[in-house]
Nanobody, 115 residues
Framework: VQLVESGGGLVQPGGSLRLSCAAS????????MSWYRQIPGKERGLIAG????????KYADPVKGRFTISRDDAKNTVYLQMNSLKPEDTAVYYC?????????WGRGTQVTVSS
């Protein structure tokens, strides 16, 4: 099983990034997918989630209206489009796959928002 995040980097405030998470080794379409982020010294927190088959999505209050989660089951990939980025969005972003039995994590990708 692998979850591999990509698309992180350094961006100026107000800019945009699109994170991708490529999954392999399990039946992607059967899993709810989520993005979490973690700032050093703080707990990892959920920022966006999308159900299997993309039926519904949810967002943490700090990112509502700025971030959009989506999935492409044909490509076994989940995305996080991040717009209007702020310095407080700086964190390591992790991809998560979960169903009733299993819970998988990627290794994370660093996003830094700074001028």
């Amino acid at each position: 099983v692998q979850l591999v995040e990509s698309g992180g980097g350094l961006v100026q405030p107000g800019g945009s990034l699109r994170l991708s998470c490529a999954a392999s080794g399990f039946t992607f379409s059967h899993y709810d997918m989520s993005w979490y982020r973690q700032i050093p010294g703080k707990e990892r927190g959920l920022i966006a989630g999308i159900t299997s088959a993309g039926g519904s999505s949810k967002y943490a209050d700090p990112v509502k209206g700025r971030f959009t989660i989506s999935r492409d089951d044909a490509k076994n990939t989940v995305y996080l489009q991040m717009n209007s980025l702020k310095p407080e969005d700086t964190a390591v972003y992790y991809c998560n796959a979960r169903n009733s039995y299993y819970d998988y994590w990627g290794r994370g990708t660093q996003v830094t928002v700074s001028s």
